[in-house]
């Protein structure tokens, strides 16, 4: 059973550029999480989705940060005209209903120069 | 707003003895905390959790004890293995239903053989 496919596992965008970060939940997992890492820093929560709804986006920026999660293929991370304050490890992890146990995939780390 | 605080950045101990990191929280409204262990460049992976009805959950040599009262909640680790050096991330949920996780900010252990 395949865990939490996150693609890619390392990204570089300059200033301005868009960002697309991608989530395969673990097989059967219908729930997906997305945190945000700041160096030196724990886990942020940022958004929390089920298929084709967005249940809670209370972590996310107002601006420039969107995600979804089609009905069919990967949960997306969009950051549109990336920062260098956007630099971070990004972490989507996903989980059963009921089941608090989520499992995280092994990040995309993202470095804008 | 630090809803969940590890005061301990990081903590050493010896091969064979017991590690005890520590975790408080403020938000009373937390009923389900967990502890996550990262190690570099990999997402982090969930080691124990305990119910705000309970006060200790064991597995193996992981122990995790909950004192509600004071907020604060602990992991030991007996005996401490080399292979445990790593980041352990204490994390809090508000219902038992859902992978919106509040995390502290990390307490780096390394165990010296």
């Known amino acids: 059973n395949a865990g939490v496919m996150q693609n890619p596992r390392h990204l570089v965008r300059r200033r301005g550029q868009e960002a697309r970060l991608r989530c395969s939940p673990m097989?059967?997992?219908?729930?997906v999480y997305w945190y945000r890492q700041l160096p030196e820093e724990g886990l942020k929560f940022m958004v929390y989705?089920?298929?084709?709804?967005?249940?809670?986006e209370s972590g996310m920026p107002k601006e420039r940060f969107s995600a979804e999660f089609p009905k069919e293929g990967p949960s997306i991370l969009r950051i549109q005209q990336v920062v260098r304050g956007d630099s971070a490890a990004y972490f989507c992890a996903s989980s059963y209903l009921g089941d608090t146990e989520a499992f995280f995939g092994q990040g995309t780390r993202l470095t804008v120069v | 707003d630090q809803q969940v605080k590890q005061n301990s950045p990081s903590l050493s101990v010896q091969e064979g003895r017991i590690s005890i990191l520590n975790c408080d929280y403020t938000?009373?409204?937390?009923?389900?905390f967990l502890w996550y262990k990262k190690y570099p460049a990999e997402g982090p992976t969930f080691l124990i959790s305990i119910s705000s009805i309970k006060d200790k959950n064991e597995d193996g040599r992981f122990t995790v004890f909950l004192n509600k009262s004071a907020k604060h909640l602990s992991l030991h680790i007996v005996p401490s293995q080399p292979g445990d050096s790593a980041v352990y991330f204490c994390?809090?949920?508000?219902?038992?239903?859902?992978?919106?996780?509040?995390f502290g900010q990390g307490t780096t252990l390394q165990v010296k053989p």
């Open positions: 994390a809090a949920s508000g219902s038992s239903n859902t992978g919106k996780l509040i």
């Open positions: 097989k059967g997992h219908s729930h």
């Open positions: 989705l089920q298929k084709e709804n967005i249940i809670d």
């Open positions: 938000n009373s409204m937390f009923d389900y």
